[in-house]
């Protein structure tokens, strides 16, 4: 009975830690949605990254390191295109593949989304953002494995 009681709480306890790489990072970009739903995320902290890709029945996980030089693109794209301030539209759109990003620390902390899309006049900010991290998704993540 203690043996079991044992492997239940160590179960109980992996279950637990296994979820900190997806809700401790500085930053996260997500796509997902659809007619054929797919789901991308990048979760970024410090210099280590884990990226996940599911749909289109592909399926693809990746842990690696982040540049400084990558980092600080980050950052300098959500500076120079003050991402805190980018407004987003208040339209209902339905079956569309959603972009999601989230700062977590630094003056421009905030989370926003393109799901109800982003206002004409900061769509450019937001597409110098969205780039960002796509370019970082792309230099480590196979072409295979990516939706474009």
Not at 11 to 16: D, I, V
Not at 25 to 30: H, K, N, Q, V
Not at 115 to 126: G, L, T, V, Y
Request: aromatic share 12%; proline share 2%.
């Amino acid at each position: 009975m203690k043996n079991l009681i044992f492997v239940f709480l160590t179960l109980l306890l992996a279950g637990c830690t296994s979820q900190k790489k997806y809700s401790d990072f500085d930053y996260s970009y997500a796509r997902s949605g659809g007619i054929a739903p797919i789901y991308e995320n990048l979760y970024i902290k410090g210099n280590s990254a884990h990226y996940m890709f599911e749909g289109q029945g592909k399926k693809y996980k990746k842990d690696f390191k982040v540049t400084a030089q990558e980092l600080s693109d980050i950052q300098t794209a959500i500076s120079a295109n003050k991402f805190r301030s980018i407004q987003e539209d208040y339209k209902k759109v339905y079956d569309n593949i959603s972009t999601i990003i989230k700062v977590k620390h630094g003056d421009n902390s905030s989370v926003k989304s393109d799901a109800s899309f982003i206002m004409e006049k900061d769509k450019p900010r937001w597409e110098n953002v969205v780039a960002v991290f796509r370019q970082v998704i792309e230099a480590h993540v196979p072409a295979s494995a990516q939706n474009k």
